[in-house]
């Protein structure tokens, strides 16, 4: 079903993505990881093809030897087979580990660690089966997921095809001549060339899959009104987030206040509870506006900025609230209060001579 059919009509927000994150769950597709391992395993064979070949011949050797001798009790047997065991399997299953880590951080973009999908919940031991074949067979998602089951097996039918048919006329006539070595050898090349181009293709196909997994996952992530505002009350309310916008809000606002102050003509005070930075453009037939103001701290804030940048401070206590309490920064100075503001400017060095 649709999300707008179930009244999910918004975008999530970055809150509910971000809970979800912490959750594991994330936009990804299988197929990235399982392209990933398949290409870098199989040129790990290819590379390491001779010395696991030449690891076997060894163990065949090591074994048929034994068979002339009636100790077969002896440990060094079974400590011999593990040994070579790990020997060739390590390397690959390295590999594997890696190319699976390294195809979920690709998409999740970082490292992601939750415990909460393998948490421990009774609804996911009792069996769902119509819930089950309703996602996975009869659903969109459930077909589009066969189709690509399908396709994948008709590519690895295909590529095998190709490469067989193309080869195997020489590999018979290896064969024919008694060269068992070299028809082993030629069916490795066979095998190696057939890997990596179902590992390339299958690459290939992850690419837009993970995008279709990335819109499917959105649109199972929207919300519905009511779902926006509950969190919006749950956002608010939330502590570390309204710490954080604060936070954010006060550098916003001490950059935006250095910079108008630094940039004004002058600053207005009452002298303690408010400050008004006023500039004044002379090459302009408009009067001065109101560049920033504030209201106790950052009043205080102003008048600092103001001393540091040599702005003149001038105490005037209803000129001061009055402009604070009906003029919006970047507004200019309204008619009635021309004259109260030309004896201001009156007063300032660079504009007695103007």
Known sequence: MAAEDEGRTEEPSEY?????????RVAKSQEVSGALILLLCAVTLIFLGKWLFSQLINVMVFYFNLTKNSDLQNPAIVSYFYDVFIKCVLPISLISAV????????????FLFSLKPIEPKISKIVPKVGEYLKKTIFSGKGLFNI??????VAIIIVVA???IKKDLFILCQIISNGQIASALGKIAVMAAKILITVAV????ISIPDYFVQKKDFM??????VQEVKEEYKEMEGDPEVKSRLMQMQRQILSQNIQK??????????????????????QTSDNPPMVNAKGQDQIALRIKTLARE????IVEDRPLARDLYTNIEVGDIIPKIYYEAIAVVYSHLDKFKNS
Do not use: W
Request: hydrophobic share 40%.
């Open 147 to 152: 189709v690509k089951s399908l396709m994948k």
């Open 16 to 24: 509910k993505l971000e809970k979800a994150r912490k959750e594991g």
């Open 309 to 312: 940048n040599n702005i003149p």
């Open 99 to 110: 190319s699976a880590i390294a195809g979920n951080i690709i998409q999740t973009r970082g």
């Open 260 to 281: 108008a102050v630094s940039e004004s003509d002058v600053v207005i005070t009452n002298p303690t509870h408010f400050a008004v930075a006023l500039k004044y453009d």
């Open 219 to 224: 649109e199972e992530m929207k919300m519905t």
């Open 161 to 163: 095809y190709i490469y």
């Open 201 to 204: 293709i299958f690459l290939g």
